[in-house]
């Protein structure tokens, strides 16, 4: 399958690879801290079109990506750019897609409370459940640097004294 303005290419959405008739293999080289596969295409006019793959093979079967989404891999997996393993979401969904929340939710999975008058007024799992709720709570404020939202926020153990 053909890119638009990309002859030099063949693109493979069955296997979520390109080819390029000029170096006459697959291209693709992997981004060393975000775990995606890149390319670098030549146009038709010699203009150069650095991103993902993922993209790329989502746009030579579907068009254009819609401003304000992303293509998001369904298996989570990087490394598998078929066309079957790709679709559209919004950033916020994307960020929220599969077990990347559940995974940061058990990173800081330490309980934490909000203190009205030294008293216990509320109770969150995590941090990110109280962001879930609308609390944005740091750690300069579970500090007790600041108050927030009229809360002092602490972690549950560090409430309790317990070690």
């Known amino acids: 399958m053909k890119l638009d303005g990309f002859s030099d290419y063949e693109i493979y959405p069955e296997t979520g690879q390109i080819w ?17 596969w890149f390319v670098a295409l030549t146009d038709d006019y010699g203009d150069t079109l650095s991103t993902s793959l993922h993209r790329v093979v989502w746009m030579a079967v579907n068009g254009v990506i819609p401003d304000g989404y992303q293509v998001n891999h369904i ?5 598998n750019n078929r066309i079957t393993n790709l679709n559209l979401k919004t950033p916020k969904e994307n960020s929220n897609y599969g077990t990347r929340r559940s995974n940061l939710s058990c990173k800081n999975s330490k309980p934490i409370i909000a203190l009205k008058n030294d008293k216990p007024v509320l109770l969150f799992n995590s941090v990110i459940d109280a962001k879930d709720e609308g609390y944005y709570v740091t750690s300069k404020i579970l500090k007790g640097e600041e108050l927030y939202k009229g809360y002092k926020w602490r972690y549950v153990k560090e409430y309790l004294n317990i070690p």
């Open 20 to 36: 390029s008739y000029k170096r006459n293999r697959f291209i693709g080289r992997k981004h060393p801290k975000k775990g995606y």
């Open 75 to 79: 298996d989570e997996n990087r490394d």
